[in-house]
């Protein structure tokens, strides 16, 4: 038996909570519906954990609303022991990113919120409460209040509270992420313990993550979500014991193997590329440089996970430089390993102006938001617009923090590119005066 395996289940266990064909969509500002899930089917059961895997996107954090019944689908349904959902899902309950804790509450008073909104008595909550507490690490920190708790103690907070609800589906979304590395760690090496003990009061757990090595970690099966919609890509079993040693050549197996799922295109039929369906990756030009050099410093080749553990980061945090040089035609990504492309290796040996010249052609020919904004700029009455203007077309499909972000990515890129520039004092971009826009279609 491969470690990895292609698969539609991983445990005989019941099902606890069935997704069937749900997509969601969301409505927009002046715009189409905003399709964030599409036909997703899966089940989560008894005796596994569950990792929903994908970039930025994929819809992951909606899905994962969607099985607690916080967020309705627009098709399909979700199921909880075969009963149909209509309203929030009695048999799971969610840790957040953020602790969410409400700080004139002590600790137990925070535990106890979930049992007081259930309508418990005072004396049942008070035990249940305690008994969480105990099990989660948090003795003697009862009465505390959240401001004098660290990140991590917060967060195991956040952990007992939900517990202590008895789910029969314990579901997180990124509950590590906002934790530093070493506390993330003890926290993941403490939840796989009590996942394995008698006392561990829920069956099955669902863990959004955007980290390979976190899924490969903790989970039974991995489900690999596309973007823009999200759709499942794959779903594959790990087959390691626990405790799981990262240095083993199985775990790499898998890391390698995850990672060209994330990474590969979607099998369906993309649509025209636009800002809203292919926002640029959260990357610099800095950062892309930084990456093609070393690439061209190893023969324009290397495996990933390597370049990531030499620099002593994991394999997710370089891959938003890799989505952004991959969407520039910088590298190609072929499994694990990534190679540079003939404009990458040309981009890595050329002067600063050429190097500008060529970097501004491939983000007119590539870079749908970029290519608005030129677009724009070229037929405004002064080679000016204010910016507000686009974000207001981004707002057609991102939250006002992603529609700032990307606007601002964008105009990285068009300031290196000369491409156009951003005045801060009049909140105007400036069509810049690259000789590229003179001479290059843009489409």
Known sequence: MTLVQMTTAVSTGRTIVSVEGVSKEFAVRGGEPLRVLDNINLQLREGE?????????????????????????????????????T?????????????????????????????????LDPDVRRRRAERVIDLIGLDGFANAYPKELSGGMRQRVGFAR?????PEALLMDEPFSALDVLTAENLRTELTSLW????????????????????????????VLGANPGR????????????????????QALVDQIYAEL?????????????????LPPASVGGMAGLVELLAARGGKADLPVVAAELTFEVDDLMPLVDAAALLGLLEVADADVYLTAEGLRWASADIPTSK????????????????????????????????????????????????????????????????DHDAVDS???????????DTKEG
């Open 49 to 85: 954990i569950v990792a929903l895997l994908g970039k930025s996107g994929s819809g992951k954090s909606t899905l994962l609303r969607t099985i607690a019944g916080l967020i309705p689908p627009s098709d399909g349904i979700v199921r909880y022991r075969d009963e149909p959902l």
């Open 87 to 119: 309203g929030s899902n009695p048999g799971t309950a969610v840790v957040f990113q953020s602790f969410a804790l409400l700080p004139w509450l002590t600790v137990q008073e925070n535990v106890e919120l979930g049992l007081r909104a259930r309508g």
């Open 162 to 166: 939900a517990l202590v609800l008895e």
């Open 196 to 223: 394995g003990s008698e006392d561990f009061p829920t069956r099955s757990i669902c863990l959004v993550t955007h980290n390979i090595e976190e899924a490969v970690l903790l989970a039974d099966r991995v489900v």
């Open 232 to 251: 499942i890509k794959a779903e594959l079993t790990i087959g390691l014991p626990r405790p799981r040693d990262r240095r083993s050549a199985g775990f």
């Open 263 to 279: 990474t590969g295109a979607d099998p369906a039929v993309q649509p025209e590329a636009t800002p809203l369906n292919r926002p």
């Open 357 to 420: 010249e060529l970097f501004a052609r491939l983000a007119l020919r590539h870079a749908p938001l970029v290519r608005v904004i030129c677009r724009a700029l070229r037929r405004s009455r002064n080679g000016r617009l204010r910016d507000s203007f686009f974000r207001d077309l981004l707002s057609g499909g991102f939250s006002d923090a992603e529609a700032n972000r990307q606007l601002a990515i964008a105009v990285d890129w068009g300031r290196y590119g000369e491409l156009f």
């Open 428 to 438: 105007e971009l400036v069509l810049g005066d690259s000789l590229v826009l003179g």
